[in-house]
């Protein structure tokens, strides 16, 4: 535990600092907390340039698992979140560390492994039972192992396969989504992860699609507002700011359109019905 504070506490510290360097302009800052996938396929960025446009306020953000984004919520240390483990966000709320929760976009995950696929899952159409047959033939698996989205969402698909891996088929990343690609393109290895990351990194690595499709797959993201009730000193209008612009029709049309261009296809796909 004292561990993760650590981790969680340097990782504040260069929130902190990485926001301020180029703050010359009397703005706000507004500390956004979220995925380590929005920032891998460069979307965050586009997003960021757009919502500084109206001088007022600097988006300082930091691209954790949403498990860390949400540490970062309940103490302080962030504005707004942007995160993706549905449960997780609930119950995030339901302590009243949260408000204004709103699922507004998603995409999904896939099943990635070596195109031999020595555990024959191309065959398979569900989630479990692909994690079954890598289970059976004690086929390497990554895991981000860093309480992520990605993460919980990998353990929910164990659960329902009703099967554990071999410790010594089971390798522990605890990084984010591209370091955990990486790691599993090296060793040969299956890896859960969303589309948007595997498709920025496509060209890098030699892991192939096995396993897609399942519903069981699909991924969500939310925005949640950190509580001012608890945190009086979060920047409420700000984070509101920039709340409304990510569920503004401008947000809407660059999300919507990312990715075709550069990758051929479009990585996010947007649910909340702009007004």
Not at 259 to 274: A, M, N, T, V
């Amino acid at each position: 535990m004292k561990h993760t504070k650590f981790i969680l506490g340097a990782a504040a510290a260069a929130f902190f600092i990485f926001g301020c360097r180029n703050n010359s302009a009397p703005r706000e800052i507004v500390r956004l907390a979220t995925t380590t996938s929005v920032q891998d396929t460069g979307l965050l960025d586009v997003l960021t340039d757009v919502f500084r446009k109206d001088g007022k306020y600097t988006l300082q953000s930091i691209a954790v698992g949403s498990g860390q984004a949400m540490q970062l919520g309940k103490t302080g240390e962030a504005d707004i979140l942007w995160v993706h483990s549905p449960d997780d966000e609930k119950q995030f709320v339901a302590e009243g560390y949260g408000t204004g929760r709103t699922t507004f976009l998603h995409n999904d995950f896939v099943i990635l492994g070596p195109d031999a696929d020595p555990a024959g899952i191309k065959s398979e159409k569900k989630a479990a039972d692909a994690f079954k047959k890598i289970a059976a033939a004690k086929a390497l698996f990554v895991s981000r192992a860093d309480k992520s989205g990605t993460h919980k969402k990998e353990l929910k698909i164990w659960a329902a396969a009703k099967v554990k891996p071999a410790k010594e088929a089971y390798l522990e990343a605890g990084q984010g989504m591209s370091g955990t690609l990486s790691i599993a393109n090296e060793k040969d290895a299956y890896v859960l992860s969303d589309r948007s990351t595997y498709l920025s990194m496509k060209n890098n690595i030699g892991l192939v699609i096995v396993s897609e499709g399942d519903d069981a797959l699909i991924n969500r993201y939310s925005l949640i507002l950190v509580n001012t009730a608890k945190f009086p000193k979060v920047n409420a209008g700000g984070a509101r700011a920039f709340f409304d612009f990510m569920l503004s029709k401008p947000a809407r049309e660059i999300i919507e359109n990312y990715g075709r261009e550069k990758y051929g296809q479009q990585l996010f796909f947007y649910d909340y019905q702009s007004k």
